[in-house]
């Protein structure tokens, strides 16, 4: 919260300057239904810490968060300056004709440019925490139990349902060759020989998105998984080979426990790939060479970026989460989430007397005035004073 | 046929070649706008004159020397901005590589307005090309000698398969709204702002809006009539008060403003004569339709000083107006000129609540010998900025970051907040691809010990680690 000062020139040396953290005012936060707590609270920590008043919009599909939210939470806060709302998309159009002073939303990029569309209109500032199709490189060079271990994880955490996981492999036939085997044995290490009845492993969200996935796991061929069972929302931690770049699982964030695997025949032809496509919200690239992954890193964009692992590096906050082009603008966690619900107001405050100074600068001009206003603007530290 | 089509292509395929990241390449286009601004400085000065009768005083200060010195601080700093950013590590993460990368976003769109027609086109420009971005400028086509000076000259300094001006009115600029961009930057007004957002909500382009607003001022009784109606002159008829910072409206008490008046009347003398139409000093409105929106704005209330108008040198005399009521023209939009109203408020209080009635102005001012007067309004208002006892002397410092809030813009720049706004900050983590054994903590099957383990893993304490 604190002022943070400001580096003067040579003819505001007696002034005090400084920018001032102040809360926007009203704060819209609408959040999804995947991590329903966290991405609702942890923008929610940062709207309050900047001071502002806040508005909630939890996901209504996800109804057993969304009862917590909207009947327990507000006991814990200050109801004059918190309120839940509830209501799907209708609903939601509605909300967004109201003014705002802040509007945070997670959620879809469909979605997400209505939310900014709707934002224009009063001139709303906004962040949009939005998602695409996460790539991850496999190179040749690496482990390929190390790689199955902690792609896998990743990719099945909380069944697929993140807007970080690993959406889709890229790597050569060789690799794949013995990537598939090594996937194989960690899903039965983490999940046992029936995944359906594995105390770790997520079901999907609803019979949408259940639907959705289920005509997924058409695409290519099963390599391993591929199991689904309707009355339990499960999809079977599946990964699926011989994928065609058009094919629906190509053209579509997965959001769900299936794994693509296209072959690329080059580091260079990955990143081709990768950059003929919309920039992700995470990118991943997994090699036993630096070189390898900085070059992955380098020739490409992405909200964020891993070497040899999945997304560890949003549990460090020390590091912005947010994406970039499609996949979003903005960014929180951390302090980062304060400035992001603060307004940045530089203010400088001039003593009142001490007029002479400032004569300098009237008409009418001389070369003399310009010269001396020239070079005492243009300065940063002052001999003379 | 889509006249931009070819260049926005030619632009997004240089980019993707990786031309514009070398930190060389950067600092040879900043290099280049440099010697722009000083091989051409007659130039540019006779087309500031033309355009807006602007002295050389004003120009040198105004617009020449505060490009110039973001130049100078971008090329002294562009190494430093450019570096990867190391973060603090939690415990899970100790023995990885950490930080921010700061990247270009690609294709970056300027959309300059007339009121500072270099300044206002060229330190944006400054940052993103500082970042590394490729440029496409469109430059106001109401501000005439500059644009022209701006498509036929600038281009030559810069290289130009990474650089683009492109010409146009609302039509124009609306057919090049429908492309996609990845960054959009736009000085301009708020009507025009709520446009450019929408388009780029379309293909979720990011955005900076430096808008306007109605920037109060507020005089308290505690100060020096003279002291206060210098600076307050000043900073309202610079550029014939053309300037989205400038104080648009006076409030204080009755007494204050009997005090106020001849101050102001003398210190308009001392500045541009007792003929201010023939003042080498004072400039004239851009064109007719702003001078027209002008005159009409002369009869609200009284005119206490000035008042006169020639529409044949589209001149506007320094003018005040008392007696104004808050339903009026005058009040109801942002003046833009050199006409400043006072109206009357009976306490500091009365004040911040007329303030806090209207829209989140870009800057706000409060002259007060007592520095508690002073920080109540900073302290019980808002603004994009404040500047207490002066006018808007805090945005020639490129070590603030200048941007509006509310109504008056989203964003800032200047100086490092240029360089920023048009990066991407990319989160990374570089870690270690063998030492696959302390990951294994995080695997299924779970335990409750294995998560304890892992929560004090994540926790973000910057750990000097007796463990390890």
């Known amino acids: ?41 942890v923008p929610l920590v940062g709207a309050l810490a900047a001071g502002n008043c806040v508005v909630l919009k939890p996901s209504e599909i996800s109804q057993g968060t969304e009862k917590v939210l909207a009947e327990v939470l507000p006991q814990y806060l200050d109801q004059s300056c918190f309120a839940v709302v509830l209501g799907g ?12 002073d802040y509007i945070f939303f997670t959620g879809s990029p469909r979605v997400g440019r209505i939310v900014m569309t709707a934002a224009a209109k009063h001139l709303t500032p906004v962040t949009l925490e939005l998602g695409g199709k996460n790539p991850c490189y ?47 044995s960690t899903i039965t290490r983490f999940y046992g020989d029936d995944p359906q009845s594995s105390p770790n492993l997520g079901r999907i969200i609803n019979q949408k998105q259940f639907q959705r996935l289920r005509a997924l796991l058409g695409c290519g061929h099963v ?21 065609q770049e058009t094919e629906p ?21 990955a990143i081709e790939f990768i950059n ?29 970026f891993a070497g040899n692992d999945g997304f560890l590096y949003v549990s460090l906050l020390s590091v912005p989460l947010g994406g970039v082009g499609h996949s979003g603008m903005g960014r929180y966690h951390g302090k980062f989430t304060f400035d992001t619900f603060s307004h940045h107001r530089t203010c400088m405050l001039t003593p009142s007397g001490l007029e002479k100074l400032k004569e ?26």
């Open 138 to 184: 496999v190179d040749d060079n690496c482990d390929p139990q190390t790689v199955a271990n902690r792609v896998a994880w990743f990719r099945y955490f909380n069944a697929g349902q993140t807007c970080v996981a690993p959406d889709y492999v890229l790597c050569s036939p060789e690799m794949q060759e013995r990537l598939l085997p090594a996937l194989q």
């Open 249 to 269: 699982v190509m053209q579509e964030e997965i959001f769900g426990p299936i794994l693509p695997i296209v072959n690329v025949r080059s580091v260079d032809e």
């Open 223 to 243: 390599a391993i998984g591929g199991q689904s069972d309707e009355s339990d929302r499960y999809i079977a931690p599946t990964v699926l080979v011989d994928v």
């Open 360 to 385: 300098i600068r009237y008409p009418p001009y001389t070369n003399w005035n310009q010269q001396l206003l020239r070079w005492g603007m243009g300065s940063n530290s002052c001999t003379l004073l």
């Open 1 to 41: 919260m604190k002022d943070e000062p400001g580096s003067t020139n040579l003819f505001m040396k007696l002034d005090s300057v400084f920018i001032r953290k102040e809360p926007f005012g009203l704060v819209l936060i609408i959040a999804p239904w995947n991590y329903p707590v966290n991405l609702v609270l």
């Open 276 to 304: 003929r496509r919309e920039k992700p919200l995470a990118l991943y690239a997994f090699s036993n060479s630096s070189q390898v992954v900085n070059q992955v890193l380098e020739r490409t964009s992405s909200g964020g």
């Open 89 to 100: 998309p209708q609903e939601t159009g509605q909300l967004l004709e109201h003014k705002f």
